[in-house]
């Protein structure tokens, strides 16, 4: 389907220069997602001159993705969002779109793709196409990607993956639709060849989303890097290192990318690893140890939770004493009653993980591939060689006998890395969900106005999820006073909780911080400034923090779902079931792994669902009988 005319009196008028996007948005972009070579080059130099429309639209879509992958490193794992808003060049035939906004979605709970690209573009929006690498919907409830590109005036939308996620899948195409906007999506309207390429690099950037809907896992990449002899350390366990600058300055790369990065007790022991991305100054993974006997060193840099979160899996009752030690040292320790990757991996998905990095050992790396939660390998291959029959290798025993066995690594890249050579491939290839994707007129309904939910426990924790606009983190701001009586909007309901502990406080250093978790780019780094802050400044907190935290967080979601209409009627619709928080580890605002958590943000919502329907006091301090 070709784009369609501009409006009259917009055809021949020069372009106007793209606004600046927020300076966060202004970082240069660093290519996380490896292109084919050629499609590298074509993409530096903006839009190649294709003649067929559907060129145009391939190249626009894989665009969307390249964009969707700018804020890798910078934040944790989310769902990536890239828009692209072009408009044909009529003037002359054949000539390249116009790309007249483009953006991505920075972090979970900050302002979506579309709204930043179709404010980039202004006036040039109208009659043009936006290309989203993946369907809208972060966050259940909300509507400012399709509202966004409604009001631009855009006319045309191409979609290159439908949400992976159950309940977001073709909503926003039927909303889109519904709105008089032309959809086309990728595989089901549009379906030339030329569009290979461009599907590739929709699956590719959004790879860890796609495998968490399919699987229930995040998805997992195991790391090593071997000598030329097939060696990943000396016989007694020296590793540092097998590798180059250049391949390590990659690793820190792929661990800005992960939520998390595992290693096996062994490898404590031996290497004392830090695991950071101290690269760039970005998001840093959290630390796991996967233990069974707990007899890791008293001292290790993993315990120095100032660096990075820290967690211990091992099995449960193992060396209590030593789990107390931790626990002081500020490290989470998580007992399992059989230690084993798959059900680490269960974890971290309830943990809403996206992404893991294995970078353990060869014992554990065996385990972790028998027990099929691997999905990618990078192996970097130096050339160098060690010898030792007994020198550890990157994967232990797997029960194979015959070669014929062996795993075949798929859509495997080779890419010299300094004097290295890094080799990558799938073991699972990246699930397309597309070919089961039902019609959007056969998908089961989850409007709650329409059909209200059965299950008593209704638990939700990333944005993503099905009542992700409960969590504290999604993108709905509100308007409140500051402590000094200015009214602010606060991007989350996360940014105002947070700023609390230190408004009100007579001290310029604390007026510091609150400015600072104000202009948190997300609620994530707003969390973690208030955090980090709290500790390292006790003194700064208001002394009635603990007694008045409650009162603050209800005050805020209030506001939260009356200023939105489709969140009150989320709310509602929950009439009967018990709301939690799926926090495995925040066990105040949480319900913790096993329900051992006091779940107060859920107990808080379930007191403004009876505040909204007239059956409870609007009282906090009733809040222990919700
Ligand atoms: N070059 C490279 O890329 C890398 C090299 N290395 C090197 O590898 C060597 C260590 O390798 P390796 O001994 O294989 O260490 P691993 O990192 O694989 O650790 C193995 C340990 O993991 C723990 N574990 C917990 N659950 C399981 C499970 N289900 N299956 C298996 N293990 C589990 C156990 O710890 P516990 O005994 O505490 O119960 C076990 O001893 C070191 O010399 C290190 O320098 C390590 C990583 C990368
Ligand atoms: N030896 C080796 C690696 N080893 C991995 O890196 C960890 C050390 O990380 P850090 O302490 O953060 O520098 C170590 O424990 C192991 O998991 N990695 C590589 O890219 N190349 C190497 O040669």
Redesign the pocket.
């Known amino acids: 389907m070709p784009p369609p005319p501009a409006p009259p009196q917009l055809r021949g008028v020069a372009p106007a220069p793209v606004a600046a996007a927020p300076s966060f948005l202004r970082r240069p972009v660093r290519t996380r997602v490896r292109l084919p070579a050629a499609r590298a080059a074509a993409a530096a130099a903006s839009v190649p001159a294709y003649q067929s429309p559907d060129a145009h639209d391939a190249a626009l879509l894989s665009r969307a993705a390249d964009v969707a992958d700018r804020s890798a490193g910078l934040t944790s794992p989310h769902p990536n969002f890239g828009c692209v808003i072009a408009r044909p060049q009529l003037e002359a035939d054949g000539a390249e779109p116009l790309v007249v906004g483009e953006a991505f979605l920075y972090a979970q709970g900050t302002p979506c793709a579309e709204l930043l690209a179709a404010q980039e573009a202004g006036e040039q929006a109208r009659g043009a196409t936006a290309y989203l690498n993946l369907e809208p919907g972060d966050c259940y409830g909300d509507s400012t990607a399709i509202g966004s590109l409604v009001q631009a005036g855009v006319t045309r939308v191409v979609v290159g993956l439908r949400h992976p996620l159950k309940h977001l899948r073709g909503k926003a195409i039927q909303a889109l639709r519904s709105e008089g906007i032309h959809v086309d999506v990728l595989g089901e309207d549009l379906q030339s060849n030329s569009f290979k390429e461009a599907l590739e690099s929709c699956l590719t950037v959004n790879a860890p989303l796609l495998y968490r809907a399919a699987f229930n896992v995040p998805f997992s990449v195991l790391?090593?890097?071997?000598t030329a002899d097939g060696k990943?350390?000396a016989t007694g366990?020296?590793?540092s290192w097998?590798s180059g600058k250049a391949s390590r300055g990659r690793v820190f790369e792929l661990r800005g990318r992960s939520d998390a990065v595992i290693?096996?007790?062994?490898?404590v022991r031996?290497?004392d690893p830090r695991l950071t991305a101290r690269h760039v100054k970005g998001h840093v993974p959290v630390r796991i140890v996967?233990?069974?006997?707990?007899?890791?060193p008293e001292e290790a840099n993993l315990w120095n939770v100032n660096e990075a979160y820290t967690i211990v899996a091992t099995q449960r009752g193992a060396r209590r004493d030593f789990q107390k030690k931790l626990a002081m040292k500020g490290v989470e320790v998580v007992e399992f009653d059989m230690?084993?990757?798959r059900d680490v991996m269960s974890y971290c998905y309830d943990r809403g993980y996206l992404s893991v990095l294995w970078?353990?050992?060869?014992?554990?790396?065996a385990?972790a591939i028998s027990a099929s939660v691997i999905h990618k390998v990078y192996a970097f291959l130096a050339p160098k060689i060690i010898g030792g029959v007994h020198a550890?290798t990157?994967v232990?025993e797997l029960g194979m006998s015959q070669m014929t066995q062996a795993i075949h690594l798929v859509d495997e890249t080779y890419e010299q890395i300094g004097r290295d050579m890094l080799l990558s491939g799938f073991i699972q290839p990246i699930p397309d969900l597309s070919p089961v994707i039902p019609s959007v007129d056969d998908m089961p309904s989850v409007d709650p106005k329409v059909s209200p939910y059965e299950a008593n426990i209704i638990s939700f924790y990333k944005t993503w999820d099905t009542f992700g606009a409960f969590s504290n983190f999604s993108p709905h701001p509100i308007h409140m006073p500051d402590g000094n009586g200015d009214y602010f909007t606060w991007p989350t309901v996360e940014h105002y909780y947070q700023a609390h502990k230190f408004v009100g406080i007579d001290n310029p250093q604390a007026r510091t911080i609150v400015q600072e978790i104000k202009l948190a780019k997300s609620p994530e780094e707003a969390a973690r400034i208030g955090r980090t802050r709290q500790k390292e400044f006790p003194e700064l907190v208001r002394t009635d923090w603990e007694a008045t935290k409650i009162d603050v967080m209800y005050r805020a979601i209030k506001c939260k779902f009356s200023t939105y209409p489709s969140l009150t009627d989320m709310l509602l619709s929950t009439a009967g079931s018990v709301l939690v928080e799926a926090s495995p580890h925040d066990l105040f605002w949480g319900g913790g792994r096993e329900g051992e958590g006091l779940n107060y943000l859920g107990r808080l919502l379930m007191q403004l669902r009876s505040e909204i329907l007239g059956t409870f006091p609007a009282s906090v301090e009733a809040v222990d009988a919700a």
């Open positions: 790391k090593y890097a071997m990943i350390a366990g020296h590793a097998v290693v096996g007790g062994n490898t031996l290497d996967m233990s069974q006997s707990l007899s890791l230690l084993n990757p970078e353990c050992g060869g014992t554990l790396a385990s550890p990157p232990g």
